[in-house]
């Protein structure tokens, strides 16, 4: 039997919502490909926390939007909805690797290992989001629009 089907069939899913989740996850897994090596170049070569998160959130965020847009959802969003969430993302992951950063100088002398740890930091950032961002997407950004009831005549 197929993976999806045994995945689909224990959790009670469709496989509308598995596929949802898989265009998902691989839309995911390309901006963070894009957006891990951004951050940790910028790093590498200087950049403060906060500038490397602005720039690799920037080249990760361009395909994201287009893949989740365009082929997870296969619609537009609400953007406003989605420009807080992806915001928010940025703000904690920016906070987090600033104040990795901080430590990582304290403790940590090499340049390369300071650069591991910051950016394991900012990749265990968007991780940790990841299912929270998903849940927000489909529940509040990509919703169906709700049909609108008209009241029973008496």
């Known amino acids: 039997m197929r993976i999806h089907r045994r995945l689909a069939r224990r959790f009670g899913l469709r496989r509308s919502r598995l596929l949802l989740w898989a ?3 691989a839309s995911s897994v390309i901006s963070t490909a894009v957006s891990q090596v951004a951050f940790a170049l ?3 070569f200087g950049a403060a ?3 490397a998160t602005v720039v690799a959130w920037v080249a990760g965020g361009i395909p994201n939007y287009v893949l989740t847009r365009r082929w997870a959802w296969e619609r537009r969003g609400r953007v406003l909805p989605y420009a807080i969430i ?3 993302n940025a703000a904690v992951a920016a906070l987090v690797t600033s104040l990795t950063d901080k430590a990582a100088q ?3 002398d090499s340049l390369f290992w300071q650069t591991m740890l910051v950016s394991s930091s900012y990749f265990l950032t968007f991780a940790v989001l990841f299912v929270v961002k998903f849940k927000l997407f489909d529940r ?3 919703a169906e629009p709700v049909a609108v009831r008209t009241p029973a005549a008496t």
């Open 140 to 142: 509040w950004v990509f």
């Open 23 to 25: 265009k998902y996850s």
């Open 106 to 108: 304290a403790w940590i």
């Open 86 to 88: 992806v915001v928010g």
């Open 42 to 44: 910028c790093y590498w």
């Open 49 to 51: 926390p906060l500038l």
